[in-house]
């Protein structure tokens, strides 16, 4: 398991991990060995539920919470106690590419939506 963050404003019991962040390549591994996944521009993010009760940290241990309440709201629909859910959080464009600049926008503008 990974340290703990004293810097939060809340550890959860099942503590912090910080995420595998992904390395750049222009070709995905061919071995079965290896999993991949696409570069979104966004924030990593690791959701956290513990006893039902979801926390979103950053990649660094920050407790965001506040700043996802949608997905606050969302992780406290799941169907479990507990779980750990590492991931990017994006705003998605018409296209389907993640644009960076409107996430950013969205957390100035509407910090809390």
């Known amino acids: 398991m990974g340290l703990l963050h004293r810097s939060m404003s809340r550890v959860s019991p ?17 071995d079965a060995e290896w999993i991949h996944e696409i570069k979104h521009d966004g924030y990593r ?3 956290v539920v513990e006893r039902g009760t979801p926390r979103a940290y950053t990649r660094n241990g920050h407790d ?17 106690r507990a779980a750990i859910l590492d991931g990017e959080v994006i705003v998605r464009e018409a296209c389907g590419v993640s644009a960076f600049e409107a996430l950013q926008t969205a957390f100035v503008q509407r910090p809390h939506h």
Not at 64 to 76: E, G, H, K, Q, W
């Open 14 to 30: 099942l503590g912090f991990i910080p995420p595998q962040l992904p390395s750049l390549t222009y070709q995905p591994p061919v």
């Open 64 to 80: 965001l919470s506040d700043r996802y309440p949608r997905i606050i709201a969302a992780a406290r629909k799941l169907p479990c």
């Open 45 to 47: 993010t690791m959701l």
